[in-house]
T-cell receptor, first 113, second 116 residues
Framework: GEDVEQSLFLSVREGDSSVINCTYTDSSSTYLYWYKQEPGAGLQLLTYIFSNMDMKQDQRLTVLLNKKDKHLSLRIADTQTGDSAIYFCAESSGSSGTYKYIFGTGTRLKVLA | KAGVTQTPRYLIKTRGQQVTLSCSPISGHRSVSWYQQTPGQGLQFLFEYFSETQRNKGNFPGRFSGRQFSNSRSEMNVSTLELGDSALYLC???????????????FGSGTRLTVV
């Protein structure tokens, strides 16, 4: 079945860039998302990209999509301690009423001061 | 505007009991989805409700059920609780059909259920 995979941990120094990677298997994905989960909280939508795009930039966040390799990445520039959280990649496919939504296992980002 | 509200935040139950969790979506959001989050399994989709009807369902046993009311508020129920049901249960709301169409979900903070 469809699957979304992420590495479990990433540690970076404050001020450096972080790159979180994700691979997915569903070639019919319509949208791909990045969510952030802070301790004790739900998931917060950070950004998303439509499957016919290959890049999207939103302030410190850059999303790159390689549809051929089914690879998605999230780059956080100038990483801050407040960026420490779990980051989930997700993909959706289908149409209204029949879509599927699959989350990755999450990458725990630790930012060292 | 108010976010997605889940109650209660924390719950402790014993094996064999049943539990009901509540979710109030963002005003105007008619689609409500439920997820189970555990350290080992990540986020697993339980079900989605739209206009009081279950529209999608994940691979969970029949002990897990839900419903949605006319005001879009949703409840999920777990009967005959097992230790493995201990998890963070997250509710997410979205505009009609938008959960898969780019706008994404707005999640609540979850209900942490512990079964002892």
């Amino acid at each position: 079945g469809e699957d979304v995979e992420q590495s479990l941990f990433l540690s970076v120094r404050e001020g450096d860039s972080s790159v979180i990677n994700c691979t997915y298997t569903d070639s019919s994905s319509t949208y791909l998302y990045w969510y952030k989960q802070e301790p004790g909280a739900g998931l917060q939508l950070l950004t998303y990209i439509f499957s016919n795009m290959d890049m999207k930039q939103d302030q410190r966040l850059t999303v790159l999509l390689n549809k051929k390799d089914k690879h998605l990445s999230l780059r956080i520039a100038d990483t801050q301690t407040g960026d420490s959280a779990i980051y989930f990649c997700a993909e959706s496919s289908g149409s209204s009423g029949t879509y599927k939504y699959i989350f990755g296992t999450g990458t725990r980002l630790k930012v060292l001061a | 505007k108010a976010g997605v509200t889940q109650t209660p935040r924390y719950l402790i139950k014993t094996r064999g009991q049943q539990v009901t969790l509540s979710c109030s979506p963002i005003s105007g959001h008619r689609s409500v989805s439920w997820y189970q989050q555990t350290p080992g399994q990540g986020l697993q989709f339980l079900f989605e409700y739209f206009s009081e009807t279950q529209r999608n369902k994940g691979n969970f046993p029949g002990r897990f059920s839900g419903r949605q009311f006319s005001n879009s508020r949703s409840e999920m129920n777990v009967s005959t609780l097992e230790l493995g049901d201990s998890a963070l249960y997250l509710c997410a709301s979205s505009l009609p059909g938008q959960g898969g169409l780019g706008a994404g979900y707005t999640f609540g903070s979850g209900t942490r259920l512990t079964v002892v």
